[in-house]
Nanobody
């Protein structure tokens, strides 16, 4: 019900746009979050929106204005525009959905996950 796409290989300073498409049921009552994970580490919150309609958008501190989350309600899709990518951004990126917006930053509170998309930043 969640499908992430848009990952790839990019040079430092480059950009990628990730997409998270929802299907199967409505996500009006869910918060949507993007996380990333590297081998041996837990999933780390990147950005999220607390509600499909009228929700607030939050970012991890390390985003530092480089990433922008947006939603396309007509296409049931949430996008994550990532600019000024650096090698430390290399990870598998996942989108997920949680029914509890106050736990937006906590991966353990998510009920649904997409399959993940690999982002590699390397010269």
């Amino acid at each position: 019900q969640l499908q992430a796409s848009g990952g790839g290989l990019v040079q430092p300073g480059g950009s990628l746009r990730l997409s998270c498409r929802t299907s199967g049921f409505t996500f009006e009552n869910y918060a949507i979050g993007w996380f990333r994970q590297t081998p041996g580490n837990e999933r780390e919150f990147v950005a999220g929106i607390t509600g499909w309609i009228g929700g607030s958008i939050y970012y991890a501190n390390f985003v530092k204005g480089r990433f922008t989350l947006s939603r396309d309600t007509a296409k049931n899709t949430v996008h994550l525009q990532m600019n000024s990518l650096q090698p430390e951004d290399t990870a598998v990126y996942y989108c997920g959905a949680t029914p509890t917006p106050r736990y937006l930053r906590f991966a353990s509170k998510y009920n649904y996950w997409g399959q993940g998309t690999q982002v590699t930043v390397s010269s």
